[in-house]
Nanobody, 123 residues
């Protein structure tokens, strides 16, 4: 599967963005999906994950209540709705797909990665 992340941009603190991850290839609906981010000078970190059918989601504490991961298997697309953005959310955001249920936040268990989209939150 090939992944293409989009939707990043410059937004003021308190604003919102919706990231999109478009997948091409077969069997998108069978993949577990996740969002990760990498801030300047920092390691890539896990943000959120969603099961193959969308019934199970997980968000790290730092984004819980502000970000929402979702997917539309009919459109081969995953989303990350980001509300009440903070300057510390500034990062390149990556989407990833896993063939098997990954342990929460374990990057090495994701098999495919998108190219990343930059989110910049100004104070």
């Amino acid at each position: 599967v090939q992944l293409q992340a989009s939707g990043g941009g410059l937004v003021q603190a308190g604003g919102s963005l919706r990231l999109t991850c478009a997948a091409s290839g077969r069997s998108f609906s069978t993949y577990y999906m996740g969002w990760f981010r990498q801030a300047p000078g920092k390691e890539r970190e896990f943000v959120a994950a969603i099961s193959w059918n969308g019934e199970s989601t997980y968000h790290v504490d730092s984004v819980k209540g502000r970000f929402t991961i979702s997917r539309d298997n009919a459109k081969n697309t995953m989303y990350l709705q980001m509300n009440t953005l903070k300057p510390e959310d500034t990062a390149v955001y990556y989407c990833a797909a896993a063939l098997l249920p990954p342990r929460t936040g374990t990057m090495g268990e994701y098999n495919y990665w998108g190219q990343g989209t930059l989110v910049t939150v100004s104070s």
